[in-house]
């Protein structure tokens, strides 16, 4: 008899990185594997589980909302949907208005991609090494060829300037540009950091030649860089804010956000089955809550400084740069990490593989001083 992993490498097409591991449950902040080891998990599938595994919030919601009902369409009114949207326009600020709840952020993103064109200028700027996700627009934003190449020709409409550098975007804009797409901080990148300004400066230029701002805050947002939302950094406001990740707390879920003049979509235009389902507004609601009510953005600042700090005190001659806002943290290396990767899988962490020489950390936002010492314990052990 085949076991799980060879059931998995047989009928799965072959996409993902695996790691040499057959995950069973969770609790907290760990998981465990089929033959019980407990590993401290600090990919939370790839920083979607923001409450860790297992947490009561969830459950308690799952279970409630399963007693009454889980299909509801959005033709159709409901009372916990209604629900989660008053509380997530009531922590927004208030020039954004609008939302459609979408099955993944890389849906949000496509969405973002049809209300700008529903606006008229198609030409969309977005950054080299930038993530938006794999779906077919998604991917024509995204600045990185090695998704690219193999699927193209993409989108039409899409230029591509460097990230942090204001003088190139400006040589990319034109009368044509509609658009510019950025996420506040490149995750898929390697958690690379911009200028204070950047953010600010781009704002600045949207208004002034009246192109939309698109903010991808999927994997920045709900408290994961110090603030509930990385935009609050730079002061800036977005035109389209797409967030998603943890905001079911490790259920499909993404979200579109716009101000009011965005609400162009005509009836039927843009629709989808599972959106906003009574589950899924049930555990984001709660989610939500919980977030806010305990301001878990603070305690993602308090715990990513002591993580920077852990990991800087590190002996380890192989680590190129330590980079990081909140619990949003990448060690770049200067060697290939898959070993290194294993190495710390082994010894009981498990995170993410971000690039050839790069690894992430994305660890919950609840997550205690505890488990920062054990982590920062297990990296100075494993990446020898």
Not at 20 to 32: L, Q
Not at 41 to 53: E, I, S, T
Not at 217 to 239: A, M
Request: a neutral charge; glycine letters at 8%.
């Amino acid at each position: 008899m085949l076991n799980y992993r060879e059931i998995e490498d047989l009928h799965q097409l072959n996409s993902f990185y695996k790691l040499p591991v057959v995950i069973e449950r969770g609790e907290g902040f760990y998981v465990y594997d089929i033959e019980g080891k407990k590993y401290l998990d600090f990919m939370c599938g790839y920083g979607v589980a923001l409450l860790g595994h297992n947490h009561e919030v969830i459950k308690n919601a799952i279970i409630e909302q399963i007693n009454k009902i889980i299909t509801c369409h959005s033709s159709l009114y409901l009372d916990v949907r209604a629900e989660f949207l008053e509380l997530l326009f009531s922590v927004l600020p208030s020039e954004l208005s609008r939302c459609f709840l979408t099955n993944s952020g890389s849906e949000a993103i496509e969405l973002a991609i049809k209300l700008v064109r529903k606006k008229g200028k198609k030409k969309i700027i977005s950054m080299e090494n930038s993530y938006h996700g794999k779906t077919f627009g998604a991917l024509s934003l995204t600045g990185k060829k090695k998704y690219r190449e193999s699927f193209e020709p993409l989108l039409q409409y899409v230029e591509f300037a460097k990230y942090n550098n204001i003088e190139d975007l400006m040589e990319k804009i034109d009368e044509e540009t509609g658009a510019i797409i950025v996420e506040p901080i490149q995750g898929e990148s390697g958690v690379i950091i911009p200028d204070e300004e950047y953010l600010r400066t781009i704002r600045d230029i949207c208004d002034e030649k009246g192109i939309i701002l698109v903010l991808d805050e999927i994997q920045t947002g709900l408290g994961r860089t110090g603030r509930l939302f990385c935009f609050e950094y730079s002061k800036v406001i977005p035109d389209i804010l797409c967030i998603g990740k943890g905001l079911a707390g490790g259920l499909p879920v993404g979200c579109v956000i716009t101000r009011e003049e965005f609400n162009l979509l005509k009836t039927g235009e843009h629709t989808s089955t599972f959106s906003a389902n009574p589950l899924v507004c049930a555990v984001a609601k709660n989610v939500l809550k919980f977030i806010v009510d305990n301001q878990l953005w603070e305690n993602a600042k308090i715990m990513g400084e002591e993580f920077l700090k852990g990991l800087r005190n590190l002996d380890n001659k192989g680590i190129k740069e330590i980079r990081g806002k909140g619990l949003m943290v990448a060690i770049e290396f200067k060697i290939d990490v898959k070993n290194t990767l294993n190495r710390l899988m082994k010894n009981g962490l498990i995170c993410c593989y971000t690039a050839p020489n790069t690894l992430r950390f994305l660890p919950p936002l609840n997550i205690r001083i505890e488990q920062i010492k054990e982590a920062i314990e297990k990296i100075a052990n494993g990446t020898y």
